[in-house]
């Protein structure tokens, strides 16, 4: 048994488990100098510090959380983190005044990617993602979503889908894998988007699916990756397999992906840069959650971000997430993610702490295990350097997040 | 005596003991697999890992940084890191649409800092000053450049600068500090600004001279602040006592700063997000250095970042810091001011490490003695958790930076 006694704010999210949205997203169950009981790696009680204080026995191992704010762990509900290699190179052309679509045209961007993934073993590709789950927990993220797509051949997807799987079982950071096979046109279907496509449907999906490798499919529906049709006929296959749909829509150009995610009943759509007031009402129509990603719209030196406060007043239960990935949002960091929706788009700390928690837990069908501090939930906690949680959005660029507990085990090893 | 073998990129500065402008600011002088021996917490040579382990003798400690980069400690050349209480409530307020003006005509902003720090004893704002400096250390700053100027008493100002100089010598962070009493009108003197500017001169830098508790004198030259013939009645009063000039100047508002701290031959001129080209040439022309302050247009969630490579194309020896302080720029973290100079303005990776090390030590007087890694400077260095020093641009949000040593010793305790 392990208690948390004397946080200055105990951020508890309490509450029913499922997406909040409207001012329920500035609901989130402080307790001042607030505790909370562990029994079996869940989470069996919280209160204030007394009332915890007195449900501890002798052998209770007791932590003070004195002058600190206690949280749930970050839940990443976007990220592209098993991948090969850097992209340092178009990193430094970006810092020249290259456009990222200038890059991908000369075969930076996603293709070099691709290519880095496809040369190394499933070993290698595991031992550099594991550095990078080391960076996300030690950040304070304990579950992440993460996405194939860097390998665009059956086999090569297949390894990368295991990597997501063997994070999870092999280091203290949670994963849930989504397929995103259609994430790029590889090389070798330059001139023919439609066979591989048809190759998509036919054979990745039943494989991934036989094999259980994901719970998700998504689609990078933008021109010159796959079009509206294409993401269509995809999805729809992907749904006939039991995948429910996560999609990469309106980043670059507003191609009317989020009417798509509504038409497909989504779970998430994801990006919203240029989506217009249409598609977020088709959004709320359908209640997909839209996944914000400000991130990418940072490191690529872009302005615009999505539209956050049309989207909350319209009722939608929004997410914040990394895009951790090499070319567009090189970061592992959740509390960067929360500076830029405060600082950039106008977001209040609260609503940033509810669509970094529970929020992108319930879009990861995960509401009744984390994204909170409610008893009976998976005992997956941060301990932060500071007393009010605002100050995880104010103060930026570096992380106040101090101890990181999974199921009610602190992570000691973050190396991986 | 100390040895570091085997970096994968030792990022020396190697060079002579002065800013680096042009071409220079790329010259990093890199030595792969490289190696540094520390004698009497001075560097005593660096070179190529088996010369220096051809030097070590049986007794001699020696750290293994494979897979590492190391690099001089950052050199952060403006700060206003002590200071009482935070600015959350406006935190919160500019999430909401107010700007920072609004905020400062309603009591907020730099005047609520000031009624903080001085309700605070020396010793309570040293305790919240050691943890921030701790928060500088972990981030790889190993020198600060401080200012004073949240007190605008006499007693107040002498009790910030007497606190600066205690993190000097109570903690490894080397501190280097500026009397701003020219920082705000204090409300007290709203109405007779004349009178303020007066107590300046006639009482505030002539003990602070006497009491050698600053090295640089600095005015917040800005529409509300203090004008041009206040600034230039200030500095020039400041030189007389024998302090060296650093100015905030255009940022803004382009109110001509820029020209006046030519004129005045200021050993920087800071902010310049307002500059115009005829103060980018004043610059040029009597070798001021810009210190470009990239966090605080994030922080403010402004757009206009000021003009790098125009700067850097007139010779001038940029300078990038954190200006960390609790309204416009909360951060600490050196790192993501680099990453914000690349994403944001368009410098190189290589410029931004010039920018945060010889070029600021530069600035503060003591090129010869940090800024580098050559030898018989202090042996101030971090080892960071890359291959490739473009890396800690490319990753943001958090740090890669690893262990830091000052004068030889590892520093272990970040708590303060």
Not at 101 to 110: H, K, L, N, V, Y
Not at 211 to 222: R, T
Not at 242 to 263: C, I, S, W, Y
Request: charge should be negative.
């Amino acid at each position: 048994m392990l208690a948390v006694l004397h946080a200055s704010q105990l951020v508890t999210l309490a509450g029913p488990a499922r997406a909040r949205s409207g001012p329920e997203l500035t609901e989130l169950g402080i307790i001042s100098d607030g505790g909370l009981l562990v029994e079996n790696g869940r989470i069996s009680r919280i209160g204030k510090s007394d009332e915890i204080a007195g449900l501890c026995r002798p052998q209770t191992e007791v932590i003070d959380a004195g002058g600190c704010v206690v949280m749930p762990g970050f839940v990443d509900a976007h990220t592209h983190f098993v991948f090969a290699g850097d992209r340092l190179d178009d990193f430094e052309a970006r810092a020249r005044g290259e456009s990222y679509e200038q890059i991908a045209r000369r075969g930076g961007g996603i293709r070099s990617t691709v290519a880095a993934t496809r040369a190394v073993s499933e070993e290698e590709l595991l031992v550099q993602a594991k550095k990078r789950a080391g960076w996300m927990l030690q950040n304070g993220t304990t579950t992440a979503e993460a996405k194939s797509g860097y390998g665009l051949t059956i086999e090569d997807e297949l390894k990368i889908l295991r990597v997501i799987r063997r994070i999870g079982a092999e280091t203290p950071l949670q994963t849930v894998a989504t397929f995103l096979g259609a994430h790029a046109i590889p090389d070798e279907f330059r001139h023919d988007s439609a066979s591989y496509v048809s190759q998509i449907i036919e054979q990745m999906l039943p494989r991934v699916a036989r094999e259980e490798l994901a719970e998700y499919c998504d689609v990078f529906c933008e021109h010159g990756y796959f079009d509206i049709d294409q993401t269509r006929h995809v999805l729809k296959a992907a749904k006939q397999h039991g995948f429910k749909l996560r999609m990469h829509v309106d980043q670059l150009t507003n191609g009317g992906g989020a009417r798509l995610a509504a038409e497909l009943n989504a779970a998430t759509a994801d990006h919203l840069e240029q989506t217009d007031a249409d598609g977020i009402a088709a959004l709320a129509t359908s209640q997909v959650q839209p996944v914000l990603l400000p991130g990418s719209v940072y490191a690529l030196g872009a302005k615009k971000y999505p539209n956050a406060r049309t989207m909350i007043d319209a009722g939608l239960a929004v997410i914040l997430a990394t895009d951790f990935n090499p070319g567009s949002s090189p970061t592992a960091a959740m509390p960067m993610i929360i500076s830029l929706a405060v600082t950039q788009m106008k977001m209040s700390p609260a609503e940033a702490i509810s669509a970094t928690t529970i929020n992108a837990a319930a879009s990861l069908n995960r509401a009744t295990e984390i994204g909170s501090l409610d008893p009976g939930k998976r005992a997956n906690f941060l301990i932060c350097d500071c007393r009010d949680y605002r100050e995880l959005a104010y103060w930026f660029g570096f992380s106040l997040v101090r101890e990181v507990f999974v199921a009610g085990k602190q992570v000691t090893n973050f190396a991986g």
